[in-house]
Nanobody, 120 residues
Framework: QEQLVESGGGLVQPGGSLTLSCAASGITFSRYDMHWYRQAPGKERELVASITTSGETNYADDVKGRFTISRDNAKNTVDLQSPSLKPEDTAVYYC??????????????WGQGTQVTVSS
């Protein structure tokens, strides 16, 4: 069975740090591009950060310079970190795995989502 399990969410003070971790099982992790999405109340789901199978990273403009995505293929995990959160970072964060099988076919799996609340 293919599964993504997230941890690290919770209540954080403004200016506090964030470390989210996503553990994958049942997939050949090293073959998957990994992504973090988030969805704030009343907003559409947005892509926060991505890391490819080769380690290339990309970030949304509103988190660039504040968030870091990383992966550990030996542990089958992908992390999302920030040293300083803002209230507007409050959202449900989702881990996403995508494997490109061909130019026209891919596999996609989603984590269950974890709540991050940035508030004093």
């Amino acid at each position: 069975q293919e599964q993504l399990v997230e941890s690290g969410g919770g209540l954080v003070q403004p200016g506090g740090s964030l470390t989210l971790s996503c553990a994958a099982s049942g997939i050949t992790f090293s073959r998957y591009d990994m992504h973090w999405y988030r969805q704030a109340p009343g907003k559409e789901r947005e892509l926060v950060a991505s890391i490819t199978t080769s380690g290339e990273t990309n970030y949304a403009d509103d988190v660039k310079g504040r968030f870091t995505i990383s992966r550990d293929n030996a542990k089958n995990t992908v992390d999302l970190q920030s040293p300083s959160l803002k209230p507007e970072d409050t959202a449900v964060y989702y881990c996403n795995a995508v494997r490109v099988l061909s130019l026209r076919s891919r596999l996609t799996y989603w984590g269950q989502g974890t709540q991050v609340t940035v508030s004093s």
